[in-house]
């Protein structure tokens, strides 16, 4: 085993945007080359979409690399696990022919979400949204979830066959006091039990379970939920989830060492979407903001909330490869501007408006393509100005939701 070897074998893919840039789909697309598949932090909120053969497959917890039946597993301790949730989409994977739990790993430093943590977000947002303060969040429970995390008061995966009568009694006479919530005892246990007598014998070390795994040369593809513009500390505060997600958050989350990451792949779409509150500098109503949401299907995965639509805007992108030292762009969704008479790009700020650099359409239909000379010169002059602009290279373009429509460079 070579030191070079060791020292390379992780690739991380990361959203740059707000989330659903299409990380699933590159996931998918590059996991029959890796040997491992890791999720790091977070939780359901994620919602990460893959169309196969005109099936679509929605991956929640579980790493969009799971339809490729030689790859290991892992959900690292950096995430907050809803157990009825996991076990509905391994139930789902089975429906599709796959028994994913042979090869599940799952940290035993992960944490439990509870469904009493979804009840709190639930009623928290409530509270907020009362005053216009909403974050609208999932409401998956994640904020509470990190909230026991960090005040230490969390259960992790590595007590999931234990009794957690007593801590779950406490808490549900603190929660009745303070939020006035009523927390179902038998149930959350009941949930607990089921999901240990099935993925019990899955809950291991993975932080050494991945060292061993790099020790004997294998290549570990780490999948990032949500995005940089959403982490809990480079994000648009408040309006962020409550994990780390950038590069060095998924690492924290699966105990990795920083060296072993040969390469960063920041994917953004073609344009912009968000779900939730919060700025968005280039954010476009009426008309066009409509189109692009239909023909971009923007509503999400997990909520089905209709997404806030706009054009993209290259400082959020730059700033994203600085923190995430991007080593290459995965632009998706180009196709879905191929209507557009004008397109534009955000190339900075002047008192409080994006400005922009305008670009002609190409007007005609660029789905499925799968080699860049191909693009019309309009397309390849986008794609080659977010080149120029961020000093990055645009690896790969996505050119629709199936499986093979991308364009590798
Ligand atoms: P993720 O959370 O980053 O994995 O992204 P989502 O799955 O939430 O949202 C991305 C959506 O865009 C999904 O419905 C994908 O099937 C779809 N998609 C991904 N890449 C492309 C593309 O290049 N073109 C089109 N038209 N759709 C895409
Ligand atoms: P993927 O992995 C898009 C957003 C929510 C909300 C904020 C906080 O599919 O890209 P949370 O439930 O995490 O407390 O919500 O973060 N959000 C996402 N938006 N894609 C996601 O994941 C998201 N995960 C969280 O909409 O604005
Ligand atoms: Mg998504």
């Known amino acids: 085993m070579s030191g070079t070897s060791l020292a390379s074998s992780a690739v991380a893919v990361i ?39 005109g099936v679509k497959h929605v991956f929640r917890l579980l790493p969009s690399g799971c339809l490729h039946a030689h790859a290991e597993i892992v959900l690292g301790s950096g995430m907050v696990i809803h157990l009825p949730t996991l076990l509905e989409e391994i139930e ?23 469904d009493f943590h979804k009840l709190i ?27 026991d995390k960090a005040a230490r008061t969390g259960i992790r995966m590595e007590r999931v066959s234990e009794d957690l009568r007593g801590d779950l009694s406490e808490r549900a006479a603190l929660l009745k006091r303070t939020h006035g919530i009523d927390v179902d005892i038998e149930a959350e246990l009941q949930s607990v039990t089921h999901a240990a007598k ?70 953004a ?4 979407t968000r779900v939730g509150s919060g700025d968005f500098l280039t954010e476009v109503s009426g008309a066009t903001g409509d189109r692009l949401r239909e023909r971009g299907g923007e509503y999400g995965s997990v909520t089905k909330r209709p997404r806030r639509c706009g054009w993209l805007h290259l400082p959020d992108l730059k700033r994203s490869a600085m923190i995430n030292g991007c080593t290459c762009w995965n632009i998706t969704k180009l196709d879905v ?57 645009v690896r790969y373009i996505g050119t629709g939701q199936g499986r093979g429509e991308m364009i590798v460079r």
């Open 269 to 272: 779409k073609a344009y912009c």
């Open 121 to 147: 977000d639930g009623a928290n947002e409530d509270d907020k949204t009362k005053t216009g303060k909403g974050i609208g969040t999932t409401r998956r429970g994640i904020g509470p979830a990190y909230c």
């Open 337 to 393: 501007l191929d209507t557009e008479e004008m397109i534009f790009v955000g190339v900075g700020e002047y008192q409080g408006k994006a400005t922009y650099k305008e670009f002609s359409g190409w007007k005609c239909s660029t789905a499925g393509m799968t080699a860049f000379d191909d693009l019309p010169m309009e397309a390849q002059k986008l794609i080659l100005f977010i080149e120029q602009e961020t000093g990055i290279p």
């Open 15 to 53: 959203g740059t945007q707000w989330g659903d840039e299409g990380k699933g789909k590159i996931i998918d697309m590059l996991a029959e080359k890796f040997d491992v598949i890791a999720r790091a932090c977070g939780g359901a909120n994620a919602g990460h979409t893959i169309v196969v053969n």
């Open 198 to 267: 099935l993925i019990g014998s899955c809950v291991t070390d993975t932080v050494t379970l991945l060292a061993d795994r790099r020790k004997s040369d294998k290549k570990v593809l780490i999948e990032g939920a949500q995005a940089t513009m959403l982490d809990i500390d480079h994000g648009t505060y408040p309006y962020v989830t409550s994990s780390a997600t950038t590069v060095a958050g998924a690492l924290q989350g699966l105990g990795l060492p920083p060296q072993c990451v040969s390469q960063v792949i920041g994917v």
């Open 92 to 114: 789902l994977l089975k429906a599709a022919g796959i028994d994913i739990i042979p090869r599940l790993r799952i940290s035993h430093e992960a944490h439990i979400l509870f």
